[in-house]
């Protein structure tokens, strides 16, 4: 019934994409020759000359979104990374529509479409799309909110994953339409915040009934197996929606799915957003932030090399092995900061505040993180990302992931040259459990507009930090 729901939204979102696209063209073309937005130097062009366009519109524009993952449905995504991907899907439609219409002109194969008004289009399609999803949106959850069209659900059971269960879908009532009437106990006492107890699962039957339940989830521990099962086959009896909640919050870290195998279910315990079309459009951002850093920072990196070089005349940059992408080491490129041979008596150790290894430009562009600016030139090679977990040396990796659980889901996206966690102050010789915390917040909620507040955050206040020596 969730996927129904999420189906038919998806629907109403494509046909709202479809008429927004038709629209800007129209709206672009008024824009251009009725209204002379921009001035027309070429001589005017047939409002019919674009109508004809239409259908090619239609086309491409909802295949462009689709791409994008916006008839995906999920409820965590915030309105802020829907403009984006909107804006983004967008860019892309016209790009490609302006492909096609060098080659494909329906009944006039001597017309060259504008390109101011193309790019008008460009805008009034972004504008028409937001508008219109917003609106859908607006409606759907002012219809919700006003107790209109919500599906009745009761929760069997009363423990930790019933709490679960509740914060989730009272989180996205609006949107789901969902409208928790109360629980069910099974069999011990217990509160479930402020639903009231409608009985025990024995008299499920007589609840679903007398309440008009649309739907139930079934949020059993594994240890209630038997009464999960005779809760089954009553509710089988009747024209409920069932949902079975597995029993799974311990090991439950990074984001769920069901996939299929051949027709049999399995669950994948550690999907993140950073797959497929997501993950192409990371690799794009981080080639275009990385290459505009170099450009701008070359001076003082030129600057900082030079320095380096003259006091004590060793070399300039500092190779170490860490652990990347998928638990593959890599060589991170870093300014020398320490004495030649630093590390030959020590072995792999965590500096100190006052750590004597240091070069006096050493404790310069340590504290100002100057040192971490070579690794741009790891992430244009792919061994890093411009944002994601710090990486750890494999000494380090393999201590922490003994003491640590989930320690190494830290390693299914690219290590970055900041992070979630740094720009909250976890770095160098601080907490690792609250350094997992956030790198794990980053990977389950990963998305462009989060890579933009952390590159945002990290030269407002984290390039110097107390913890950076």
Not at 196 to 208: K, S
Not at 391 to 417: D, I, N
Request: hydrophobic share 50%; net charge positive; charged share 20%.
């Amino acid at each position: 019934m969730i996927d129904k729901k999420h189906k038919a939204l998806a629907s109403v979102y494509l046909i709202n994409d479809a008429v927004a696209s038709n629209l800007a063209m129209l709206c672009a073309w008024f824009l251009r020759f009725q209204f002379e937005l921009i001035p027309v130097t070429k001589g005017q062009q047939d409002f019919s000359t674009y109508v004809k366009i239409l259908p090619i519109v239609t086309i491409v524009f909802p295949l462009a979104f689709a791409v994008q993952g916006l008839y995906t449905i999920r409820p965590t995504r915030g309105r802020t990374e829907e403009w984006l991907q909107v804006a983004i899907g967008s860019v892309v439609a016209t790009v490609v529509l302006s492909g096609v219409l060098l080659w494909v002109r329906p009944g006039q194969p001597d017309v060259f479409y504008s390109r101011a008004t193309l790019a008008m289009f460009l805008v009034c399609a972004m504008f028409f799309a937001i508008l219109g999803r917003a609106i859908v949106r607006g409606a759907m959850e002012r219809r919700h909110r006003a107790g209109r069209d919500l599906d009745r659900v009761l929760i069997a059971g009363n423990g930790e994953l019933a709490r679960a269960v509740v914060e989730r879908v009272n989180a996205h009532r609006d949107e789901l339409g969902f409208l928790i009437v109360g629980f069910l106990r099974n069999g011990e006492e217990g509160q479930l915040g402020a639903l009231p107890c409608l009985g025990t699962v024995e008299n499920a039957e007589q609840v679903v009934r007398e309440h008009e339940i649309a739907h139930v989830f079934v949020a059993l521990p594994h240890a209630s197996s038997a009464a999960m099962m005779a809760l089954l086959d009553t509710l089988g009896c009747n024209l409920v929606s069932i949902h079975v909640v597995p029993d799974l919050l311990q090991f439950m870290v990074l984001r769920s799915r069901v996939e299929d195998l051949d027709g049999l279910p399995t669950i994948n315990l550690s999907e993140t957003p950073l797959e497929g079309w997501s993950r192409f459009l990371k690799r794009g951002f981080d080639l275009a932030v990385a290459a505009a850093a170099l450009a701008v920072l070359s001076p003082a990196m030129l600057l900082t090399a030079i320095a380096i070089r003259l006091e004590d005349r060793g070399p300039i940059f500092y190779r170490q092995v860490r652990m990347g992408l998928d638990g593959k080491p890599f060589d991170i490129l870093k300014f020398r900061s320490m004495s030649v041979g630093a590390e030959t008596a020590t072995g792999a150790v965590w500096a100190d505040r006052d750590d004597p290894r240091r070069t006096k430009v050493g404790r310069l562009i340590r504290a100002w993180s100057i040192d971490e600016l070579p690794q741009l030139w790891n992430v244009l090679m792919g061994d890093m990302s411009v944002v994601g977990p710090r990486p750890e040396r494999p000494q380090f990796v393999e201590q922490f992931r003994a003491e640590y659980p989930h320690y190494m889901l830290r390693h299914k996206v690219r290590a970055g040259m900041t992070g979630w966690a740094q720009v909250h102050g976890w770095r160098g010789n601080t907490s690792i459990r609250m350094r997992i915390e956030h790198d794990l917040y980053y990977i389950e909620n990963w998305s462009l507009i989060l890579d933009l507040k952390i590159l945002f955050m990290t030269i407002r206040h984290g390039l110097k930090h107390e913890n950076a020596y």
